[in-house]
């Protein structure tokens, strides 16, 4: 059966430090992967996306992202974080070819300390 | 990216009564779908609400504790039927767009069941 794992349940960091948080899955074929960013008070929103190509990606507010085939891992950096990154991140699998279904990570709830 | 609204935002229900989520987009979409979110834990795929036919249900849910409706291409209800405090949760719709199985969220409805 298909799982994600976040390992970082709850992370605090200081402003302008460095941010990695792992995910690792568990799926043997082709897999599209996720992070998603929730804000207090808002919605879930995508932060970046892998499909096929560059195993590194790019999202939104200055976040990566690497895949890594062999370690089945999707893990979410940014250099320099600031306080307004402070939000619960997921990470999602989509492993099922031609459908949407998503397996969610339980999420790591970052702080970002000003 | 498709807009996607809920009603209500949050409730506070009694025990053994229903309620009805509404999930409204701004747009026609052929998926969608209704997750559940428990305190501290992560997002679980309920069903896939399915336009014209009955809804598609995931592993330990069934019909007849959260039915589902999907009228038409922008709107779908979810029902969580003779409530009980298990049932404390975020109430998440969501729609599958592009080509790339991506999936656009609703910002969630916050029940709880005393």
């Known amino acids: 059966a298909q799982s994600v794992s976040q390992h970082n349940h709850h992370v605090i960091l200081s402003e302008a430090a460095s941010l990695e948080l792992g995910c690792n899955y568990s799926y043997g074929g082709t897999v599209n992967l996720f992070w998603y960013v929730q804000y207090p008070g808002q919605h879930l929103q995508l932060l970046l996306k892998?499909?096929?190509?560059?195993?590194l990606v790019k999202g939104i507010k200055g976040f990566e992202a690497e895949f890594i085939k062999s370690k089945f891992s999707f893990n979410l950096r940014k250099p320099s974080v600031q306080w307004s990154d402070t939000a619960e991140y997921f990470c999602a699998v989509n492993g099922d070819s031609g459908t949407y279904k998503y397996i969610f990570g339980t999420g790591t709830r970052l702080k970002v300390l000003a | 990216s498709a807009v996607i609204s809920q009603k209500p935002s949050r409730d506070i229900c009694q025990r053994g009564t229903s309620l009805t989520i509404q999930c409204q987009v701004d747009s026609q979409v052929t998926m969608m779908f209704w997750y559940r979110q428990q305190p501290g834990q992560s997002l679980t795929l309920i069903a896939t609400?399915?336009?014209?036919?009955?809804?598609?249900?995931e592993s330990g849910f069934v019909i007849d504790k959260f039915p589902i409706s999907r009228p038409n291409l922008t709107f779908s209800t979810l029902t969580v039927s003779n409530m009980s405090p298990e049932d404390s949760s975020i109430y998440l719709c969501?729609?599958?767009?592009?080509?790339?199985?991506?999936?656009?969220f609703g910002p969630g409805t916050r029940l709880t069941v005393l």
């Open positions: 609400a399915n336009q014209g036919s009955e809804a598609t249900y």
């Open positions: 969501s729609v599958g767009s592009g080509e790339n199985n991506e999936q656009f």
């Open positions: 892998y499909f096929s190509g560059d195993p």
